[in-house]
T-cell receptor, first 115, second 111 residues
Framework: DTEVTQTPKHLVMGMTNKKSLKCEQHMGHRAMYWYKQKAKKPPELMFVYSYEKLSINESVPSRFSPECPNSSLLNLHLHALQPEDSALYLC??????????????FGNGTRLTVT | DAKTTQPPSMDCAEGRAANLPCNHS???????VYWYRQIHSQGPQYIIH???NNETNEMASLIITEDRKSSTLILPHATLRDTAVYYCIVRVSYNFNKFYFGSGTKLNVKP
């Protein structure tokens, strides 16, 4: 079991669809992360929120739109995706800014397939 | 920005110790070394982290060399369930939220 919950576990969407991935944590963490992982590759950092503000965008295309409505929730809005965007999308959280000695806690991800 | 180097794969016999090496020769004085593992189709699982001293918890031990340029993760009695990809990560001090994964080591535990 993980303390970071991601929904849905699996998602299939067409290239014209709009969908959202959701992530929730109740550990009081104030930093939240989105990673993308292609098959047989390590996770790649996409976005980081710190205190509900976007602090890092790793030059991600605008068809991915993150949102942090409060300190416990993180969304990733998807629109006009391409088949190459099919991947495992991972959410993580950690303690607040400035804490190097703080592990990231990951969810089990959403497996996204774009058709 | 990955700052670590790991062998792509290793084998280990069940019940024996698994020693997974990691090189991080450019590590700075206040940067921590983290280890995670990822079992197929699951999220990365935190194992252990350390700064300069050796660390041990219920899952593993972390040995960091005195010059901090390399470390070894030790699973003392590997089981088949320890088969996974193991990632060594240096959490950079100039932007602590840039938590980058290296390429990892696929550990195969064999009966």
């Amino acid at each position: 079991d993980t303390e970071v919950t991601q929904t849905p576990k699996h998602l299939v969407m067409g290239m014209t669809n709009k969908k959202s991935l959701k992530c929730e944590q109740h550990m009081g963490h104030r930093a939240m992360y989105w990673y993308k992982q292609k098959a047989k590759k390590p996770p790649e950092l996409m976005f980081v929120y710190s205190y509900e503000k976007l602090s890092i965008n790793e030059s991600v295309p605008s068809r991915f739109s993150p949102e942090c409505p409060n300190s416990s929730l993180l969304n990733l809005h998807l629109h006009a995706l391409q088949p190459e965007d099919s991947a495992l999308y991972l959410c993580a959280s950690s303690q607040e800014k400035g804490v190097l000695n703080s592990p990231l806690h990951f969810g089990n991800g959403t497996r996204l397939t774009v058709t | 920005d990955a700052k670590t180097t790991q062998p792509p794969s290793m084998d280990c016999a069940e019940g024996r110790a698994a020693n997974l090496p990691c090189n991080h020769s450019t590590i700075s004085g206040n940067e921590y070394v983290y280890w995670y593992r990822q079992i197929h189709s699951q999220g990365p699982q935190y194992i252990i982290h350390g700064l300069k001293n050796n660390e041990t918890n219920e899952m593993a031990s972390l040995i960091i060399t005195e010059d901090r340029k390399s470390s070894t993760l030790i699973l003392p009695h590997a089981t088949l369930r320890d088969t996974a990809v193991y990632y060594c990560i240096v959490r950079v001090s100039y932007n602590f939220n840039k938590f980058y994964f290296g390429s990892g080591t696929k550990l195969n535990v064999k009966p």
